[in-house]
Every structure is written in structure tokens, then in C-alpha cells.
């Protein structure tokens, strides 16, 4: 007792060397800054309280009528206006009425601010995923800014979000150089910024550097950024800010049932209805507070529901905004003690950091939080506690990937506060001393690279400490971190979580021994080198070795070991005696190697607890058929997906089909791939109807096939690649043999043997979905007539030359009467036609028909089946004279690019036309598209690139129209077709441009020339009566000068006239 008195005693507060910033865990959450990671994907399956605010929020958006946007009041308070003024912004058609008054160029911001837990990232989530607004807008970027306003890292999240790879770019000007070029077209772009802060790199400076790339584009961009901040709405969105309001009675009530009651139906709970009306109202309109109180009474009784109703918690709220702690702290003390330490040990982490399931629980594991039981291992009992994490809204799923959670930002305040002096987390910035009763330790980053020298140690360990767990989870350029740890792991003794991802070392040190009660550990990626020290750590449950060549041999020591993370597993031997390791459930897998001194594969007969992924790879180097039959993969029943690989290259073996045949898998199986195999024939079991669950297979590179495994007798199978069989010369009705019940996707490539496909019964493959075959050159027949009862198909069939596709096929297709996509290109033929079919579309489907490289005739007949199409692209046609549009009265979208002879484009009954694009089409000339298509009533945006008379013609229907390098004649006969549909005109380099056609130009409201240098104004009675703005640039200043003294000229609210220099 007195030496652990004296332990305690001896434990110092920290140096003060390296200028630490401890960030202490403090009692009034509000003080703490937060910061989380958000996705535009809503989160929730079901949102409450916020469908009137959407609506008006997408009515503004859409809006054409400038003068009712004007009037409208953006700075909102009442509920029902919520959605609706976002809405109404993000579809809006008229730039100007968004914009400041102190720039015609910005960018329409709208900001939605409010408190934490009140909803803003879901209201813009909803708008986001908006049917009407996805169509609305072309382009879309979702960025979680956070505290640090890093405009290079915002700019880089951009381009990722419009799926453009930054390719290592770091410096802003390549950035924003790669983001104009994406932006460049006539897409309208929307891009939300989530989660803005006040931060001291964010200012009208760094906001302008961010959104340059989105100024001055031809096409429509807007901004919704949400906040807390007043301060930042004003300074980005002076006149576009939105506050949101709590929740209705209605609303909370409803939102809290929803939760409380998940699964059952209140109604047969009357005696619980009563008692939760009332604890919602507690909930003051926070979204948050009743998600999470309805998760925290969901698995309680009446009388715990009246007990919490009744608790002292509540009369220590002051007003809606206090509420939302005193609630998470009840649904905290409600947890059961495991689940409160493991939620304790989460605050441990950056409020920016993305969990991942299985280390935190591996962690959760180490110190003991959870304990196995008779009837399920550790890691299940972990699934089941972040479940139920999850299940009360103390986690977040993040979304598309369950194995990633996300934490509030009002729940990682939330841990800090019930953790105290337990969980510790410090940021290298200034110091400030340790608590004595800490026993979890995390260093964390700082927002700046640290350039200063080497100074004394971080944390005074000169004597025993009682840490339990010391995390570096990011990378830290603080190399006296690792020379601490280094020296000082003899008085780290009672570790039991050790992560070193964050140091910049190469080696663990030997010292690493002395760390007798860790049970995890994970290294950082820089190392390659592990020593054999690491081998009397017989604790250890979690070995995370990142990226290490080469394994010590004195891993076969450590019994207890569970886990075993390596990035380079497809090259990585393992050292003889690794089959003593049987408790192993992690294990990427295992290469087999010629070496004496390495494990053959027979080691794997006892390790039957390994799960989820394992790959043997470097078969070809397997001399003894035993081997295979001693690793016993029939009875690792816990695998979920296994890879059999031969290396392609390697020759073939006289035992390789003994070999296969000997590897045959746990009928529990999910996912199978076998690759490079070199035998003749195909295993026994490959095809058993007993791997009831197996439901992907692949199979790659087995060159000697010369006939394929009956895989239709698979029950569960749903995706088949074949790839590369290319022995294999027909596919009959051994292949097909069952019927492929549930298969959903066939993909056949590069089976260049293959003639022939037949076989296939009526009622095979009832569920297709995706038939894809590919690179087959010597493919003669095919045979779909099964797939005529299919629902929802998609058929892709390329670089098969010697399949004809024309004609006879064409009325095969058309058979297909509920195909969805049919996509059919001969290379040597120059054939390509794709299109998305339906005899009676639904409203909310557009079948589209895209044709490319088809001449006059091919044409024809394509545009006559099919006349229910909404979306046509018309490609590469270069025989292609006119498009016979006839029949073509539902089309709304169409699009012709690179059509080099094309002269007539008929159009007169397509009333749904809304959006038209046409590009390099040099015989075309504007005036040779039918007269009719100015005037067709749905018609929203036309693009017009390189034809005949014409650069560029950009048009927007009751907004703006933009000519570039536009013969004067064009011009005139554009606006006079035009003059109802636009207020914005914009006219460059139009080289022998003298004059516009004022009176037709009724509506027009601003106008820029620039470049253009006969343009004369000599009357300025001349112009429209609507005109607020002229600019001129480039032009002869003279006269636009002298016009410029007349009355109608000072009626404007802007004249502006530069030089040619200043203009461009």
C-alpha cells in the first residue's frame, strides 16, 4: 500500500517544454468549441417537422419571378417558412435577385443558422437530396467545413465531391484552375458548405478566394452554408439569412414517439402515451434532445418513464437552448455501466474524427470493457454496444458505410463532460498541466505543422505512470514524442492501448517488452521493422502492424492474439509456428512460399476462428497436395469471403486440380473468387447447391476451362464474373442448371474462345438485372428471348464483332419491353446504341436513347421504335443529315454533339423540350433549327457550340442569354425569337456587330457588350424602358459617352464603361 501511495504521490504535472494545449475536460459543454464530419446523405429514415420549411425553401429556389423574390422577407422566423425560403433560393433562376448590392458578380448565399441539435445540417440535407432540386441543378458539391476555414482544403473537397481527383495538388491556383475547368459548363452548380464556424482564417478575404471559381460563370451557382454563428450569416449571406426555429409541440411529440416507440404501436401502450406527451414537451423543440430521449425510454417501463418525467433534471433549464445537455446527461446516466465507460472513451478523440467499428472496439476490448461470454465472443458483444449506442443517438451512422460512425458535436461535448479527469486529450499549442487522476492520454494534432527543433520531453515519465491507454491517432511531426516513449516504456507498465499511428518513426523499439499488460497495438504505417521483443507481449489481443514486409518469429508466442492488420498481406510471409495462434479471427490472409523457414499452409488446420475476409495467395508455389488438405478451409465456418489465388504468369501444375479441389470452403461461404487457376478442370464443389449462402462468385483467369461449373444451381447466388475463361467455347445447359433463382448481375468478358450461348430455359434468371458481356470476338450467337419477362434490365454488349446486331437483333430488342437499358456497340462495325426503354414510362422515369456512330438509316429506324424517349443524345454521327423528331413528342432533354454534316434539326411538336445543347456541328446553322423551337412553352435553357455563324450561344429562359464570336445577322434573328424570354443579355467579340434590335428587346433589364468594336449607340432613346444596367467594354467610348448625359441614361441604376485593357 505505501508504494502505491508513493506511486501517486510521485505523479508530476507535465513539462511545459513543448508549449502544450491541453484541452481540459470542462463542466459546461457550451464552452467547448465542436466539430464533426457531415455528409450530404440524410441521415434519418424518416424527418419530422420540416416538410413545409423544405417546400418554401425549393419554391424560392425555383422562382422566375424577380420582383415577387424582391419582396419576399429572407430573414425568417416562423416555422412554416423554413424549408421553403432554401428551396425558393436554390432554384431561383434570376442570379440577380439573390445577390448583395455591393457586387453583380457574387455568388447567392443563403445561410441557415441555429443552435446545436436544432437541425440545420438535415435541413440542408433534405434540399440537397431534393428530386426537383437534383434536376434543378446539374452540378452538386457538399463540403463539412468546420472550425478551420482552410480554403486549399475546402477546394480540394470540392473537386473530390465532383468526383476530380486532386492529384497531390497543394498550392490553390492549380486547384481552383482544376475546379474552373470542371465548372466550366452550362450545369447550374450548388454547393453547400455544412458546419462554418467563426475562425480566425475566415473573413470576406478567404470567403471571396473560395467562391472566385464560382464567379462569373454563364450558368447559375448558388451557396446555403449552415451555422451558429450570426456573425458568419452576415458576413457571407447579409440579406439571405434563415434562422431556424424549434420544433412545434407537434412536431417534437411526434419525433419523440417515433423513437420512444420504434417497432411497436403506441396504441397498445396507452398507459405510456400521457407520460411521453409530457416528456417531449422537456424536450423544448430540439430536435436532438428528443431523438434522444425517446432512445433512452424506448427499452423502460411505466414506471421509469415516470420516474425521468419527474427527475430534478428539468427544473435546472432556464430556456430552450439550456435544455438540450440536462437531457443528454439523463439519457447518459440511464446507459448501463458498460456502455457509459465505452461512450467515456470516445471523448478521447478529435470532434473531427471518423470511428471505425471494429478498432474502437478492440479498444473497448483492451481495457476490459467487455467481457465474452458462453454464448458470444468479445467482438459481438461489441457490435451489440455500438448498436445500442446508435440505437439512442449517441453515435450517428455514417452514411453508405456501416462500418463508420459519426458522433454530434453535442455528444462528444456530452463525453468530455461525464468523462472528468479519466479520458485526457492535449494539442501541442501551450501548456497546461495534466490531472492527476488521468488514466487515458491522446495527443492530438495541431491545425499547423510544427517546424521548431527537438525540445525536452512532452510529459514527464521519469517516474512508474498509471496510463492505461496513450494515443497518437493522427500524424504528429513531433519526433520527441517517439524518443520519449522510447525511453520511458519500463514506466508505461500498466498500458493496455497503445496507438502509434501518429508517429513519424521507422522501427518499434526493443524496449516495447516491457509493456507486459498491452492488449493493443497499433504502429504506424512508416514502420517496417518489427522486433522480436514483441513477442513476450502474451496479452496482446490486437496487432495492428501497417505497413511491415516482415513478421518476427517469435509471433507464434502471443496465444491470445485476435487480430492481426496488415496493409501489405498480398507479399508478407508468415514465420513457422503461426498455426499456434488459434484464437486468430483477423487474418488477411496467407501466401504460400517456397521458403524452408516460412509456414506451409497446412498451419492453418487448427486456426478455425478466423472471420470475414482470407485469401491464400501463391498456390503455384504449393509442392504437396496435403497442404491443401491439412488446412482444413471446410471447417472455418466464421469465413465470409474467400480468394484462391495462382499467380498468372507461373506454370502449371500436375497437382493443380487435386489442389483446388482439396481447398473447398465452409458451405457458409458469401463471396468466392478463384484466379490464375491452371488446371483443366473445375472442383467437385464449385457449384454445390450446399453453399445455400453463397452469393457472389468470380472467377478470373482460368484459362483451360474449356466448359464452366453448373453455378445455377447456386440458391442464393446474386453477381457472377467470368473473366478471361478462355478455353471455353459454348455455354449450354450444364452452366444453367438450376436457373440462377436469384442471380441479379452476369458479367462475361474476355472469353475469346466463346461461340456460342444456348441453353438457357424459359424462367432462367427470373431477377436479372445487369447482363454485361465484353471483348468476346468470336461470339456468333446469343440468345435473350428468357430475358423478355425481366422487370428491370440493363444489357451491355461491346467488342464482339462477329455478333450481328444489325438489323435482325433490332426486333429482338424491341421485344424487351420493360428493358430499362439496352446498350449494344460493335467496334469493327462502328455500332453503338444505348437507350433506356419503356412502352409507358412512369412520370418519375426518363428513358433516354443515346445513339453514336449510326448513319442516316440506323437512325431512322431507332427514332421511329422508340417514342416514348425523354432524354436524346445524338453522337458522333458523322453520315447523320437531320434528326427525324417527329414522333419524338415527350422528349425534354436533347443533345447533339459532333455531328459533322448535319444541316436540319426539325422540331415543332416537342412541348415538354425543356433543355437543348448543341455542339460542334459545323454545317448547322441557327437559323436552319425550325423557327418553332424558340417558341416551344416548356423550353428552359439552350447551348449552342460551334456551328455555322456562332461560337457560343447560351440562352436561360426568362433570365439570361450570353453571345460569343456571333455573325450581326444571327444576332438579329436570335433576338427576335428571344425577346420574351430574356433579362439578361451578354455580347462578346461579335466582330461586326453595329446595333441591336431595341424594340423587340421588351424584358431586358441588364446588358453587356464587350469586344464588339462597330457597336454604335447614337440615340439612347433607343433603349428599353426595363433597362437598369449597361455595361460596355471595349468599345468606342466616345459616343457611349455622350449618350450617356441623355435622361434615359440617368434613369439607370448603372452605367459602366471601360477600356479595352480594363475590359478584358
Known amino acids: 500500500m505505501e508504494d502505491i501511495v508513493w506511486r501517486f504521490m510521485k505523479i508530476e504535472k507535465p513539462e511545459q517544454a513543448l508549449n502544450l494545449d491541453c484541452r481540459k475536460e470542462q463542466t459546461d459543454a457550451e464552452s467547448i468549441s465542436a466539430r464533426r464530419t457531415t455528409s450530404s446523405f440524410i441521415e434519418e429514415p424518416r424527418i419530422v417537422g420540416r416538410v413545409e420549411e423544405l417546400a418554401k425553401i425549393k419554391q424560392f429556389l425555383l422562382s422566375s419571378d424577380a420582383e415577387e423574390s424582391r419582396r419576399s422577407d429572407y430573414h425568417l422566423m416562423q416555422k ?13 433562376s434570376d442570379a440577380e435577385e439573390c445577390t448583395r448590392n455591393d457586387g453583380m458578380d ?38 463539412c467545413v468546420s472550425e478551420d476555414f482552410d480554403v486549399v482544403r475546402l477546394t480540394k473537397s470540392m473537386l473530390q465531391s465532383l468526383d476530380v481527383e486532386p492529384s497531390g495538388l497543394s498550392e490553390l491556383d492549380p486547384l481552383q484552375q482544376k475546379l474552373l475547368q470542371r465548372l466550366s459548363g452550362e450545369e447550374r452548380f450548388l454547393l453547400v458548405l455544412d458546419d462554418v464556424w467563426e475562425a480566425e482564417n475566415l473573413n470576406i478575404n478567404s470567403w471571396n478566394l473560395l467562391t472566385a471559381p464560382l464567379r462569373n460563370r454563364s450558368a447559375d451557382s448558388k451557396i446555403i452554408i449552415t451555422t451558429r454563428s450570426s456573425k458568419v450569416s452576415e458576413m457571407v449571406a447579409r440579406s439571405l439569412t434563415y434562422d431556424l426555429c424549434f420544433l412545434s409541440d407537434e412536431d417534437t411529440l411526434e419525433l419523440f414517439m417515433l423513437h420512444a416507440f420504434e417497432g411497436r404501436d403506441p396504441n397498445l401502450h396507452q398507459n405510456l402515451v400521457a407520460a411521453g406527451k409530457a416528456t417531449a414537451k422537456k424536450c423544448r423543440g430540439v430536435p436532438l434532445a428528443a431523438k434522444t430521449l425517446g432512445g433512452l425510454l424506448r427499452t423502460k417501463d411505466d414506471e421509469e418513464w415516470n420516474k425521468i418525467l419527474d427527475s430534478e433534471v428539468w427544473n435546472a433549464t432556464i430556456n430552450q437552448e439550456d435544455c438540450i445537455i440536462p ?69 450517428q451512422k455514417y452514411p453508405r458505410d456501416p462500418q463508420r460512425l459519426q458522433m454530434h458535436d453535442l455528444m462528444h461535448d456530452l463525453a468530455r463532460c461525464v468523462s472528468g479527469d479519466e479520458c485526457y486529450s492535449m494539442e501541442i499549442n501551450q501548456p497546461c498541466p495534466i490531472p492527476s487522476h488521468v488514466r487515458h492520454l491522446s495527443i492530438l494534432p495541431t491545425d499547423h505543422p510544427l517546424w521548431y527543433e527537438p525540445t525536452p520531453a512532452l510529459i514527464d515519465i521519469s517516474e512508474p505512470t498509471s496510463f492505461r491507454s496513450f494515443l497518437l491517432p493522427d500524424k504528429n511531426a513531433c519526433n520527441p514524442i517517439s524518443e520519449l516513449l522510447s525511453d520511458s516504456y519500463s514506466r508505461l507498465g500498466c498500458l493496455r492501448v497503445l496507438d502509434l499511428r501518429g508517429i513519424d518513426v521507422d522501427r518499434l523499439s526493443e524496449s516495447v517488452a516491457h509493456l507486459k499488460h498491452l492488449r493493443y497495438l497499433c504502429i504506424s504505417d512508416l514502420v517496417k521493422e518489427v522486433p522480436e521483443s514483441v513477442g513476450s507481449l502474451y496479452h496482446l489481443q490486437t496487432l495492428d502492424l501497417g505497413g511491415v514486409s516482415e513478421l518476427p518469429n517469435s509471433m507464434s508466442n502471443l496465444h491470445n492474439l485476435r487480430h492481426l492488420i496488415l496493409s501489405s498481406s498480398d507479399t508478407i510471409e508468415y514465420p513457422v509456428g503461426i498455426g499456434k495462434l488459434a484464437d486468430l479471427q483477423t487474418m488477411p490472409g496467407f501466401r504460400v512460399s517456397p521458403k524452408h523457414n516460412c509456414a506451409k499452409l497446412g498451419e492453418l488446420k487448427d486456426m478455425n476462428s478466423i472471420r470475414g475476409k482470407f485469401a491464400i495467395k501463391g498456390l503455384e508455389n ?32 500436375s497437382i493443380d486440380d487435386e489442389v483446388l479441389e482439396s481447398l473447398k470452403p465452409s458451405v457458409k461461404l458469401k463471396i468466392l473468387q478463384i484466379s490464375g487457376f491452371k488446371g483443366p478442370s473445375y472442383p467437385s464443389w464449385l457449384g454445390d447447391g450446399s453453399f445455400s449462402r453463397l452469393g457472389t462468385v468470380k472467377l478470373e483467369n482460368c484459362r483451360k476451362w474449356i466448359s464452366l461449373p453448373p453455378l445455377g444451381q447456386l440458391p442464393s447466388l446474386r453477381s457472377l464474373i467470368i473473366c478471361a475463361a478462355r478455353a471455353v467455347e459454348y455455354i449450354g445447359g450444364e452452366f444453367f442448371s438450376g436457373g440462377f433463382p436469384q442471380l441479379e448481375e452476369l458479367t462475361l468478358e474476355y472469353l475469346y474462345s466463346w461461340k456460342s450461348w444456348c441453353g ?60 430499362k437499358t439496352i446498350k449494344i456497340k460493335n467496334i469493327d462495325q462502328g455500332l453503338c446504341i444505348e437507350a433506356r426503354l419503356s412502352p409507358a414510362p412512369p412520370l418519375d422515369d426518363k428513358p433516354q436513347l443515346s445513339l453514336e456512330d449510326v448513319d442516316q438509316r440506323e437512325a431512322d429506324y431507332m427514332l421511329g421504335m422508340y417514342s416514348h424517349i425523354c432524354r436524346l443524345t445524338v453522337e458522333r454521327c458523322s453520315n447523320l443529315r437531320y434528326l427525324p423528331l417527329v414522333f419524338q413528342s415527350h422528349i425534354c432533354r436533347l443533345t447533339v454533339k459532333r455531328c459533322l454534316y448535319l444541316m436540319s434539326l426539325p422540331l415543332g411538336n416537342q412541348s415538354a423540350l425543356k ?21 416551344l412553352p416548356s423550353l428552359q435553357r439552350i447551348l449552342v457550340n460551334g456551328i455555322q455563324g456562332a461560337v457560343s450561344i447560351k440562352v436561360v429562359r426568362e433570365s439570361n442569354a450570353e453571345f460569343t464570336n456571333v455573325d450581326q445577322r444571327v444576332v438579329s434573328f436570335l433576338l427576335k425569337e428571344l425577346s420574351h424570354m430574356i433579362r439578361r443579355l451578354v455580347i462578346v467579340r461579335c466582330a461586326n456587330l453595329t446595333s441591336l434590335p431595341w424594340t423587340d428587346l421588351t424584358t431586358l433589364e441588364y446588358l453587356t457588350i464587350r469586344e464588339c468594336p462597330l ?18 467594354y471595349g468599345n468606342n467610348p466616345y459616343e457611349t459617352e455622350q449618350c450617356s448625359r441623355h ?18
Open 622 to 653: 504449393l509442392a504437396d497436395v496435403n497442404e491443401a488438405k491439412e488446412a482444413c478451409l471446410d471447417k472455418k465456418r466464421n469465413n465470409s469471403s474467400l480468394h484462391l489465388e495462382w499467380d498468372y504468369r507461373a506454370s502449371s501444375s
Open 327 to 395: 437531457i443528454l446527461r439523463l439519457s447518459y446516466q440511464h446507459l448501463p455501466a458498460p456502455l457509459k465507460r465505452c461512450f467515456r472513451y470516445c471523448s478521447l478523440f478529435p470532434k473531427d474524427y471518423v470511428f471505425y467499428r471494429n478498432p474502437i472496439i478492440r479498444m473497448w476490448m483492451a481495457q476490459g470493457y467487455i467481457k465474452a461470454s458462453r454464448r458470444e465472443v468479445m467482438e459481438d458483444i461489441g457490435q451489440r454496444y455500438i448498436d445500442s449506442l446508435l440505437s439512442r443517438s449517441f453515435f
Open 106 to 143: 457574387d455568388v447567392p448565399v443563403m445561410a441557415i443558422v441555429g443552435m446545436g441539435g436544432l437541425g440545420k445540417t438535415t435541413l440542408a440535407q433534405l434540399a440537397y437530396n431534393d428530386d426537383q432540386l437534383n434536376q434543378h441543378f446539374q452540378l452538386k458539391s457538399w463540403v
Open 1015 to 1032: 457597336f454604335q449607340l447614337l440615340d439612347a432613346e433607343q433603349l428599353p424602358s426595363t433597362l437598369q444596367v449597361f455595361c460596355i
Open 760 to 819: 438457357a430455359q424459359e424462367g432462367d434468371c427470373p431477377k436479372l438485372k445487369k447482363l454485361s458481356i465484353d471483348r468476346c470476338p468470336n461470339l456468333e450467337s446469343l440468345s435473350l428471348n428468357n430475358l423478355g419477362a425481366v422487370e428491370d434490365v440493363s444489357l451491355s454488349i461491346s467488342g464482339c464483332p462477329k455478333l450481328l446486331c444489325m438489323p435482325g437483333n433490332y426486333f429482338e430488342l424491341s421485344h424487351l419491353q420493360r428493358a
Open 80 to 92: 412554416d417558412s423554413e424549408l421553403e425560403p432554401v428551396n425558393q433560393f436554390l432554384l431561383s
Open 915 to 935: 433543355y437543348v445543347e448543341i455542339s460542334d456541328c459545323p454545317e448547322l446553322r441557327i437559323t436552319s433549327v425550325s423557327p418553332q423551337l424558340w417558341q
Open 1047 to 1064: 435622361q434615359h441614361f440617368q434613369r439607370l441604376k448603372q452605367v459602366q464603361q471601360c477600356s479595352n485593357k480594363e475590359g478584358t
